[in-house]
């Protein structure tokens, strides 16, 4: 075969079969314990994807972009979110492997595609962790009643994020089993919240909040320049709120509170019984969480007209207080703080076993793939935990917060797109799950992420770009002559 030839000659795409990507996990010394169940991975998504988001995202988009409809917009959300959901259920089923969408493009598009893919989930995750943490501190903060941070000379150090970031490494280095369990605990914690809190505000809904249910368009702010998105910039439109130029804006934007699922996957290879407890365990948690956002911005916008949550300072306790209960500003900050900690966790987890995967094939340093005696990747766990802690205790991150949602897309519209390569290159192969309706499905999820791609602003696309460059200099400089592929006859 053509790609068997490349491999051999060391070309760009040299690919790593299915059959060794498996075979490669029964390695003594870098072998991950097969722990997990089916409800362990919906634990895992659940906690992950539900965050301060549902707290805070709801009200800003319901009063700056689409009022009642929002509801709805989580809705279309989910329904791309459920498109990707599904090419990766296929892959984590096939290829029951740490690495997630590296290890999928690994065995469909070659090594320097894995490389690019690699590279881009180490800048998403660590960023991802990183802002999660100082999101984290500002709520410690807050419930604690003292700064979350203080002045070394000139420079502010966030003790709150570096603290949570030091604990949840010791806690994933102990065992992944261990950390579920933790997850587990905390993630009802923060989902007894998010009922308590729609059960509450049930009794405040007045039906006449809901009218008009899509508001009309008014003329909106695209912003200017760099931090216009990338499609006002190349076709020179203008931008709007409400109407239903609105409630798709709004779709766009909600689609990251969903942002994490993902992560389910790179856990594939600690699965018991991967085939089946994968795909229930990514659909499953994203079917859980979307019930939990349309129930939330459904009462959210039946409490209070969404004209009153206008401005970017407007969260769920909001709406609480316009009816007498600024009590509930607590509890919302509790269950914030709870929801954050289970998202730094798997965020993390998820960093680690890319890194893991990558180190295992070669294109990082080999050492950073040997487990400890708990069967954990204890020595990228540290890498980390380290660079994790740097990011959010002593930098500030800013704007760079939608790097994580261009380096999460980007992931997406390749796991699609390897659904159609593989079934093609390799029908043979055993799936324990299938995407319906192939090509279909995986052609509408990359359309649905490269739309969102596009509504991205152009300066992130351009600091995704200078990521991107800096990691072909590490690949043909180190990567490309240490791959394992590379040094195979």
Same mark, same amino acid.
Do not use: R
């Given at each position: 075969m053509a790609r068997t030839d490349d491999a051999r000659s060391g070309g760009l795409f040299r690919a790593k079969s299915v059959e060794q990507s498996i075979r490669d996990t029964d390695e003594p010394d870098s072998r991950l314990r097969q722990d997990l169940t089916a409800w362990d991975l919906i634990v895992f998504g659940v906690a992950v994807v539900i965050g301060a988001g549902i707290f805070t995202l709801t009200a800003r988009t319901a009063g700056n972009v689409a009022g009642p409809s929002v509801s709805l917009a989580f809705v279309f959300a989910a329904i791309?979110?459920?498109?990707?959901?599904?090419?990766?259920?296929?892959?984590? @089923?096939?290829?029951?492997?740490? +690495? #997630?969408?590296?290890?999928? @493009?690994?065995?469909?598009?070659?090594?320097?595609?894995?490389?690019i893919i690699g590279w881009d989930l180490i800048l998403e995750f660590a960023l991802a962790s990183a802002v999660v943490a100082k999101g984290w501190s500002l709520y410690l903060g807050e419930v604690m009643g003292v700064p979350s941070t203080f002045m070394i000379g000139s420079a502010k150090v966030d003790w709150g994020s570096v603290l949570i970031v030091l604990a949840i490494g010791v806690l994933l280095a102990t065992g992944t089993k261990l950390s579920s369990r933790v997850s587990l605990v905390i993630t009802s914690i923060k989902i007894a919240v998010v009922l308590f809190v729609v059960a509450l505000g049930a009794f405040y809904i007045r039906t006449e909040n809901y009218s008009p249910y899509i508001p009309p368009s008014q003329p909106g702010d695209t912003g200017e320049g760099?931090?216009?998105?990338?499609? #006002?910039?190349?076709?020179?439109? +203008?931008? #709007?709120?409400?109407?239903?130029?609105?409630?798709?804006a709004a779709a766009s934007l909600v689609f990251f509170a969903f942002i994490g699922f993902d992560v389910v996957a790179t856990t594939a290879e600690e699965t018991r019984n991967p085939q089946k407890a994968v795909p229930i365990g990514i659909l499953g948690s994203l079917a859980i969480v979307t019930v939990l956002y349309v129930a939330v911005s459904l009462v959210l916008t039946g409490m209070v007209s969404y004209t009153e949550l206008e401005g970017d300072e #407007?969260?769920?306790?909001?709406?609480?207080?316009?009816? +007498?209960?600024?009590?509930?500003?607590?509890?919302?900050?509790? +269950?914030?703080l709870a929801g954050l900690t289970t998202v730094v966790m798997v965020l993390m987890l998820g960093q680690t076993r890319v890194l893991f995967a990558m180190a295992r094939d070669g294109l990082i340093p080999r050492r950073l793939s040997r487990t400890g005696r708990r069967g954990t990747p204890v020595r990228t766990t540290?890498?980390?935990?380290v660079v994790v802690a740097v990011l959010a205790g002593f930098v500030s991150l800013g704007t760079l917060e939608e790097m994580v949602n261009i380096g999460t897309l980007f992931a997406f519209v390749l796991v699609s797109s390897g659904v159609i390569v593989l079934r093609r290159s390799r029908p043979d192969l055993e799936r324990g799950f299938r995407v319906p309706l192939v090509p279909f499905v995986p052609i509408l999820s990359v359309a649905a992420c490269l739309w969102l791609m596009v509504n991205l602003s152009v300066e992130t696309w351009l600091r995704f770009v200078v990521w991107m460059l800096l990691g072909l200099v590490v690949y043909f400089a180190y990567s490309r002559n240490h791959s394992v592929l590379a040094r195979s006859p």
């Open positions: 791309a979110c459920a498109l990707a959901a599904l090419c990766y259920a296929e892959f984590a @089923s096939t290829v029951p492997v740490a +690495g #997630s969408a590296y290890t999928y @493009s690994f065995a469909t598009f070659g090594e320097f595609v894995a490389w760099l931090h216009q998105s990338l499609f #006002s910039y190349l076709t020179g439109a +203008g931008g #709007s709120t409400f109407g239903w130029y609105g409630l798709l #407007s969260n769920l306790a909001t709406a609480f207080a316009l009816n +007498g209960m600024g009590w509930a500003k607590n509890l919302i900050a509790i +269950g914030a540290v890498l980390v935990t």
